[in-house]
């Protein structure tokens, strides 16, 4: 396993949660671990996963819906990436995945589609009751 999602689970409108990505073995050594982009995407039955946020070494992008509420953030460290959800509505219900693209040594955009990225994580559900 590369890429571990974990930190789903149900909750009420307006609350928080926030979702790790741990990255384990040779593709995801802590010295590498910084320059690879990590996304968060989702999914709801019967449509299109969606990309929610990413952050490269120095940049971040989010879709409009969640600016302002999510933020990812990561620990070189601990070979972890977050998703904090603030305000969350019954629209963020979702499976949410976490995914990497790299590493990536050179100036560079972030990349918003599902083919962009190499690695992904197994998926934790949130829930978002009204």
């Known amino acids: 396993v590369q890429l571990q999602a974990s930190g789903g689970g149900l909750v009420q409108a307006g609350d928080s949660l926030r979702l790790s990505c741990a990255g384990s073995?040779?593709?995801?050594?802590?010295?590498?671990?910084?320059?690879?982009?990590m996304a968060w995407f989702r999914q709801t039955p019967g449509k299109e996963r969606e990309f929610v946020g990413a952050i490269s070494r120095s940049d971040s992008s989010y879709i409009d819906s969640v600016k302002g509420r999510f933020a990812i953030s990561r620990d070189t460290a601990g070979n972890t990436v977050y998703l904090q959800m603030n305000s969350l509505k019954p629209e963020d219900t979702a499976v949410y995945y976490c995914?990497?693209?790299?590493?990536?040594?050179?100036?560079?955009?972030?990349?918003?589609?599902?083919?962009?990225?190499?690695?992904w994580g197994q998926g934790t559900l949130v829930t978002v009751s009204s």
């Open positions: 073995g040779r593709k995801f050594k802590p010295y590498l671990f910084d320059y690879y982009d």
């Open positions: 995914a990497g693209r790299g590493p990536i040594y050179i100036a560079h955009a972030i990349l918003t589609t599902v083919d962009a990225y190499d690695y």
